[in-house]
């Protein structure tokens, strides 16, 4: 079964962007031409079928994380279709949706209702999350009175608590030390295992390497190589050595 | 640490979600959306009340003591003037006054929680009228607070409670729908041009100057009453204050074109939302 197929997706934007009524009222009657479309995805095809661990690279710019919120629903594409089958749940950068006023308890119940989990689910799921976290004397603390690397356990701690069918992880080896990258490795290890479809976006080629079967290379926003890890990694290497 | 996951509580439907580029929202898709994430409405609304009452040194007081401060200045400054026209003249000027200033509330701080909570609508996937729903409904838990207020400063100034009282359920029920139409536009639009946002909030003073709420209808000389006729928020209001005030059930036209009004405003505040919907991503 396909739990994610993009079939043609397009997303552009426009280049220079409007941001007020003042300027539109101001642009309409002095502008003679259209501006043009920045294309941060140009048709884009892919299918990714269930229980399927892939990993996507590309440079800086290459349209990655505008792949993923495609495919996670988040932001709708400018042409073709998305078709996502069962739950698929971002998680895009640790930390989003936190509130320095609540505390870090609130805040997981937040969290939580912010990737759709109902109260009671995040009440029985509590006590392990906090656990995890490592920070339970400071639990009912305002979130601003934490450090930034208490908020980033807490994060983390949230975001793998996730029980949906298939995850999209942006980026989340960018930040923390190498206990922390370890602890990130072991989790995916568990999502899999779990039978959950993992896509991975990451600068770092390590990890997709021991983690991944098949890779996505993305370049321009069009798909440059998909196909065995090995394969895909190699040839992204070579051309960013070249 | 390990986490025991509860695969048994996963659904093995796979539900089939389609987005196909330049398709508006569909109504039936957003009400389904809204309704699974009733949680995080919720949270919303708990979060809006909690840190706002938090962060002031007074908490809950301060919604009580908005409106008694209020109510002091313009009872004192008024009063004088219409006090001969309008008995209790307070009760005249707050039971119009709390609803105009959760529709006045209500609008502003939709855009406000729409700009606030944008970085969040780029992260996670949560069915975009949300933030609209929740400040409404966070509204309408203020104007709950709001009417107590009201209803206690009655008690003890002596202002008779009338058993139209009871119609006041339905009159708060349409001034919710039309808040809510009218939000939903105006964050949609307020989404692609930031202005919008001080553009309505400078011109809220003046729709209220031309509402009569602090003075009576009857002081608006012959002239200028089509301005009156043509204000929406005129009918809005009134079916508000006439079970509260005037202790009658608001007149059949009155009350028919505010439902008009209420559900006009819910359908074009839907329309232009789910066509523009799509883009927002571009302008957060």
Redesign the interface.
Known sequence: ?N?IELQQ??VR??ET??????E?VIRSVTAHQKSGFFYSLHDVSLTIRHGEIVGIVGPNGAGKSTLL?VA?????????????????A?V??LG??F?S??SGR?NI??N????????A?MR??ID?II??SGIEPFIDAPLRTYSTGMVARLAFAVAT?I???TILLDEIFAVGDAAFRAQCQGRIE?FVN??ATVVIVSHDLEPLETLCSRAVWVSGGRIRGDGAVAQVLADYRRSMAG | ?P?????A???S???????????PLRWMGEVRDIR?????L??LVH?DL??RY??SVLGFLWTMLHPLLLMLIFVVVFSAIFQERTPHYETYFLSAYVAWNFFAQTTVNAMASVAWNG????????PLSLFTVATTVSGLVNLMLSLVVLFSIMAVVGAPFHASLLFLPVSLLLLGIFTLGASLALTAVSI?????RE?VQAGMPAIMYLTPIIYPIAIVPDRFRWLIKINPMVYIVEIVRAPIYYGILPAPLTLTIATVLAFGSLAIGWMIFRHL???F???L
């Open positions: 079964m739990v997706v397009s934007y426009r962007k409007i941001r007020s009524l003042k539109a919120r996670a629903g988040i932001i709708a594409p400018s042409e073709g279709a998305v078709v996502t089958r069962g739950t698929v971002p895009m950068e989003t949706g509130d006023e609540l609130e119940y937040f939580g209702a912010l990737l759709g989990f109902s109260r689910y029985s799921r392990d656990a995890f608590a029980d949906a069918e568990r779990r039978g | 640490m986490l025991a996951y509860n695969l509580r996963v659904s439907a796979f539900l089939e979600r389609r987005t196909v580029a330049g398709q699974a994430h009733a949680s995080l919720y949270e979060r909690t840190v938090k962060r970085p969040l609508m780029k992260r996670v996937r949560v692609f041009f930031g202005d919008v553009m919907a799509p883009r991503h571009a302008h």
